[in-house]
Structure formats: C-alpha cells, structure tokens
C-alpha cells in the first residue's frame, strides 16, 4: 500500500509541475487541454492497476504460503 501511495503521490506532483510550466511558458490553450487530457488517461490508467495490485496481493501472498 505504501508503494502505491508513493507512485500516485509522485503522479500528481509530476501534473502539478507539468501544468505550471505549461501554463507559464505556453499560451495556448490546447496545449493545458491535452495535458489535462493525459492526466485523466494517465489517472485512470494508474487507479486501474492499482485496483489489479490490490486484487493480485493477496492471491501471491497465500500461493506464496
């Protein structure tokens, strides 16, 4: 859970980077559109294997047994 906890703490500190420089050099609009576009893509991808960590666990922990 801790490793988890660090991955997605990680993720949302890179989007917070990533969109201050993007909005501080980059005026466009489209370029903090698709960049909020890969952070939810990005989002759901990491929530998913989360998801598929937690449920792989504890089947490894007990064939491990």
Known sequence: IERASF???SMVRN???ALLLGTA???DPSTIA???TYALIMFVVAFAIAALFRRLTPA???AAA
């Open 34 to 36: 698709a960049m909020l």
């Open 7 to 9: 991955g997605l703490t």
């Open 15 to 17: 989007l917070a980077l």
């Open 60 to 62: 490894l922990e007990h």
């Open 25 to 27: 050099f980059f005026k």
